[in-house]
């Protein structure tokens, strides 16, 4: 019973490079969520999608940034022209859809490096 | 604003020596406050939800309670696999499903 797979784990990029964060969620689960970690920060929630919407992205900077769950395939955030604040742990969680406050499950996350 | 402030933010304990790590919360209409254990090098790991003040939660050396304004995660004989970070967080009545607040953790050390 796989949970939340997130692919890469570790990516360096150079300054201006785009990144691109895979996430799979756990199997019977339709929602995803993306969160960010700075060090010495905590979890700050970024955007939530479900197959082919997206239902809030009020966390999501307004530029570079930008996130898809297609019809087949993992989620993707993705980050155009980063920058060194971009460093950061990104974890993707997800649960199964239908209303209420279902807890959320994590994956390992992937953690950015802009060099 | 909805904000999360956890305390304190690292706890050194002997093997066995029982504690509590505090949560405390503003937010408007609180939909369900959420803790979660993080390993270093990994996601968060979920433990508990609680609904209503009032409400109590166990599992193994672990129980959450909640009131109004906080909530508490009481670590009972801890054991030194028990070290970890500590994340609390809230979903509000305004935000989305997922859209969850989180504090800042508190990191917990059992010392053999």
């Known amino acids: 019973n796989a949970g939340v797979m997130q692919n890469p784990r570790h990516l360096v990029r150079r300054r201006g490079q785009e990144a691109r964060l895979r996430c799979s969620p756990m199997k019977g689960h339709s929602h995803v969520y993306w969160y960010r970690q700075l060090p010495e920060e905590g979890l700050k929630f970024m955007v939530y999608l479900q197959k082919e919407n997206i239902i809030d992205e009020s966390g999501m900077p307004k530029e570079r940034f930008s996130a898809e769950f297609p019809k087949e395939g993992p989620s993707i955030l993705r980050i155009q022209q980063v920058v060194r604040g971009d460093s950061a742990a990104y974890f993707c969680?997800?649960?199964?859809?239908?209303?209420?406050?279902?807890?959320?499950?994590f994956g390992n996350g992937t953690r950015l490096t802009v060099t | 604003e909805d904000q999360v402030t956890q305390s304190p933010e690292a706890l050194r304990l002997q093997e066995g020596e029982s504690s509590s790590l505090n949560c405390s919360y503003t937010?408007?209409?609180?939909?369900?406050l959420f803790w979660y254990r993080q390993d270093p090098g990994k996601g968060p790991e979920f433990l508990f939800t609680?609904?209503?003040a009032g409400e109590e939660k166990e599992k193994e050396r672990l129980k959450a309670t909640l009131t109004k304004k906080e909530s508490f995660l009481h670590i009972t004989a801890p054991k030194p696999e028990d070290s970890a970070t500590y994340l609390c967080?809230?979903?509000?009545?305004?935000?989305?499903?997922?859209?969850?607040?989180f504090g800042k953790g508190t990191k917990l050390s059992v010392k053999p």
């Open positions: 969680a997800s649960s199964p859809g239908g209303q209420g406050s279902s807890p959320l499950h």
């Open positions: 937010v408007s209409g609180l939909r369900g």
């Open positions: 609680l609904y209503s």
């Open positions: 967080a809230v979903q509000a009545g305004g935000g989305s499903q997922g859209n969850l607040i």
